[in-house]
């Protein structure tokens, strides 16, 4: 049963950078997308990005010029940093696994979240 | 980037009915790469469904989902009191990989 535990700092000043690490325990590392979501107080969820084991990672447009993502295959890790935040990125971040089917990745898997205030 | 367009935003209904959502994308889903999630307060999404009408593992068959194109639905046949909560559509198959603002079933 694979689980995913998340951590970071929770409260941010504005130009500060938001660092995010989520450890994944109970299943391979390699064979999956690594993702990246949010959800701001009382709104929908907002998909910030992926990465896979190799590093190649894909990140939403709107978030592209901020955004990092990295891995350590040796801790079975993945990481999200995000500079320069505002109060408009204080939500909650989720960590999630994307599994593939027919070749593109849907999100299986959630870590429980991390709430994140600017 | 796909928009997605859930309705209704609350749907009020009692226990033992049925529940019709619907997420309307703004450009059609080739492959049907949309999947469900159910969220309750507090908690991460959970996923439901995938494929447009593929059931995840453990989720009782009173959840199932349809559609193509532009036009999918998720239907509860039978509510059971465990399933009142904030339901949100995704599509996976182009970046960024959107979501619906969600639509809350509530107890009337």
Known sequence: ?118 | EIVLTQSPGTLSLSPGERATLSCRASQSLSSRFLAWYQQKPGQAPRLLIYGASSRATGIPDRFSGSGSGTDFTLTITRLEPEDFAVYSCQQYGSIPKTFGRGTKVEIK
């Open chain 1, 1 to 118: 049963q694979v689980q995913l535990q998340q951590w970071g700092a929770g409260l941010l000043k504005p130009s500060e950078t938001l660092s995010l690490t989520c450890a994944v325990y109970g299943g391979s590392f390699n064979d999956y997308y690594w993702s990246w979501i949010r959800q701001p107080p009382g709104t929908g969820l907002e998909w910030i990005g992926e990465i896979n084991h190799s590093g190649r990672s894909n990140y939403s447009p709107s978030l592209k010029s901020r955004v990092a993502m990295s891995v350590d295959t040796s801790k079975n890790q993945f990481s999200l940093n995000l500079n320069s935040v505002t109060a408009a990125d204080t939500a909650v971040y989720y960590c999630a696994r994307g599994i593939e089917w027919q070749d593109y990745f849907y999100l299986d898997v959630w870590g429980t979240g991390t709430t994140v205030t600017v």
